[in-house]
């Protein structure tokens, strides 16, 4: 199917096109329909004339993933102006800071933000809209406090008799111009501001519907929002791509813990599954192992005629989990444990794996899990092209580089970090390491910037010892560092595990012992593990839940 090349004409046709069925739900809450949706829209449309607002100004919005979020993200895109979604998870000085790089001139901000944030803090803004009502937090500016005391007034001033489908008419964009900066959250600790234009956003929605969509996917079905729609997995895949497509998105609205989203999974039944490893991974430890490595499930699984049905009916368990109508589950944002992946690939279940970075909004992989090769992340997606840099890329591993419709303009206002990264020919230079094979699937070793260095030179990758240490007793979450010429791997227990098993401080520093010299036998001489250190409390995380690296390294 053709679709426009315009951003916001596509939203207009979309809207048009499924105007009286199901937008997005706050679960548990308000449901906007398409029409509702057009509605807000365009009152958020004369607050923004009322004030001033000129095409390529920005704006800001700061909250959990919410309906109203929706709506003001396809407002401020569909006026002309240009979007800086910041991560609700950003503590109070980096909101402050990426509002005041940004030179935004209206936030967004929802109930929990509004709590910490200190507008004395970003002395630029002209003032501060909460999403739950869209009433004014802070005004600076008396066409703003105007524009909202009279919104329902001038809104009928605009549109006297009825606001119908020929009234949604949104401005048509050139595919270069910028659409929003989206500013990177990242293991380094350090934020750029990411410029994607339009061209970037299409890439990846026309992708996604060629893909999935058209083929898979019929309109008016559900979805589940999970991921923040601020991050560009959760905006592109769970966001713009099902709003488009006419799809009723639900969204959790607050902290989804596993009892929540299990729930929600089981009202919801999604179309698709967009998740990250850490939340499938999860499910899988605490749900599934547990039942089926006692002592008769793994008989029945060495018995040929038995195992099929026994794979068949767990792969059913597994499924219903997820809602039970999922054309497929797509884990993206970091690596899977192989443990767990080996384990889904050994029961048919319907998963696939993808890799993106915020710099292509996001994809650069991925393959219909019909199609995906384990260990892999796909092949480059239509109108990217791929590269690894080495002089054997099938057997050895060098940077990944990539280039096509779905690259950023650059970072915005930081002129030497955008040469840093892409070359003189174009490329863009992920930091990944990997493989490619003859048929262009991806493998990915590890981040270049993580690699460590063995005392008589070897590479050595942390992922891939990281991978095998999490699959061990009691191990919830770890990572490896380097000191000196020693590798160290600092582990987060599994506390609630080992409550239910009475085990001591002592019993899980003999059982980190036994892992240590389980993993070292598996391990070549020179990337072996000298010790394990506990951790009381959890890994720092970004938002797609990757463990902030830079906040355990030893200077």
Known sequence: MDLNKSFNKTIERSIVANWDYDALTDYKGVTLQYKDVARKIDKLHIIMEQIGVRKGDKIALCGRNSAHWGVTFLAILSYGAVAVPILHEFNAEQIHNIVNHSEARILFVGDVVAKYIDAEQMPALEGIINLPDFSIFIS?????????????????????????????????????????????????????????????????????????????????????????????????????????????????????????????????????????????????????????????????????????????????????????????IIIGGAAINQEVENFLKSIDFPYTVGYGTTECAPLISYSNYNTY???????????????????????????????????????????????????SEGWYHTGDLGTMDSRGNIFIKGRKKNMLLSSNGQNVYPEEIEDKLSSMAMVSECIVIQRGDKFVALVYPDYEEARNMSFSDEDLVNIMEQNRQEINSALPSYSRIASIEIRQDEFAKTPKKSIKRYLYQDV
Request: with cysteine.
């Open 140 to 328: 600076r500016s008396e066409k703003l406090t105007y524009a909202r005391e009279h919104l329902n007034e001038l809104f009928g001033m605009k549109y006297p008799k009825v606001f119908a489908k020929e009234h949604v008419n949104y401005l048509e964009e050139d595919e270069e111009e910028l659409a929003l900066i989206n500013y990177t959250s990242g293991t380094t600790g350090y934020s750029k501001g990411v410029m994607l234009p339009f061209r970037a956003l299409m890439g990846n929605i026309n992708f996604i519907l060629e893909e999935l969509a058209f083929p898979y996917m019929k309109p008016h079905c559900n979805m589940l929002s999970i991921l923040p729609m601020a991050h560009m997995y959760g905006m592109a895949v769970e966001f713009l791509f099902p709003f488009i497509y006419g799809i009723h998105l639900f969204y959790l609205t607050r902290l989804p813990s596993p009892a929540i989203i299990a729930q929600a999974f089981a009202d919801v039944k999604p179309a698709l599954v967009v998740t990250v490893p850490l939340i499938i991974e999860k499910i899988i430890r605490k749900k599934v192992f547990p039942k089926i490595q006692n002592n008769l499930v793994k008989l029945l699984l060495n018995m040929p005629v038995i195992s099929k049905k026994v794979k068949q009916k767990i792969c059913e368990q597994v499924y219903e989990a997820f809602g039970g109508q999922a054309y497929e």
């Open 373 to 423: 090769v384990p260990g892999s992340c796909g092949r480059p997606v239509k109108g990217m092209e791929v590269r690894i840099l080495s002089d054997d890329p099938q057997n050895k591993e060098g940077e990944i580089v990539t280039k096509g419709q779905n690259l950023m303009l650059g970072y915005y206002k930081n002129e030497e970090a955008t040469q840093e990264t892409i070359d």
